[in-house]
Nanobody, 119 residues
């Protein structure tokens, strides 16, 4: 029902910032909660952040609290992940994912965008 495309990844030095975008198409964007996940080589995929359908509620993993902020612009069908004070351990392939309120799992996933942090 919905397709997601992440963008904005790149290489940054430790302490720097990046803003990731998750653009949606093919569905009614406001139906979906959006989550951000990341996976580093040799590690399991982990939760990063989540934003509710209208951006009222957000949740973050403790490892990124105070540094990352997720927001959304439903008029643009886009969710953002602002990443500040990046650390080498933040380096990973970042995914956005969508789920409806009645679902317990994220049903739709983007292809990922790579974030590299050098020390």
């Amino acid at each position: 029902q919905v397709q997601l495309v992440e963008s904005g990844g790149g290489s940054v030095q430790a302490g720097g910032s990046l803003r990731l975008s998750c653009a949606a198409s093919g569905g009614t964007f406001s139906r979906y909660m959006i989550g951000w996940f990341r996976q580093a080589p040799g590690k399991e995929r982990e939760f990063v952040a989540q934003i509710s359908r209208f951006g009222t509620f957000t949740r973050y993993d403790d490892s990124v609290k105070g540094r990352f902020t997720t927001s959304r612009d439903n008029a643009k069908n886009t969710v953002y992940l602002q990443m500040n004070s990046l650390k080498p351990e933040d380096a990973a392939l970042y995914f956005c994912a969508a789920r409806t309120e009645v679902a317990t799992m994220y049903d739709y996933w983007g292809q990922g965008t790579q974030v590299t942090v050098s020390s």
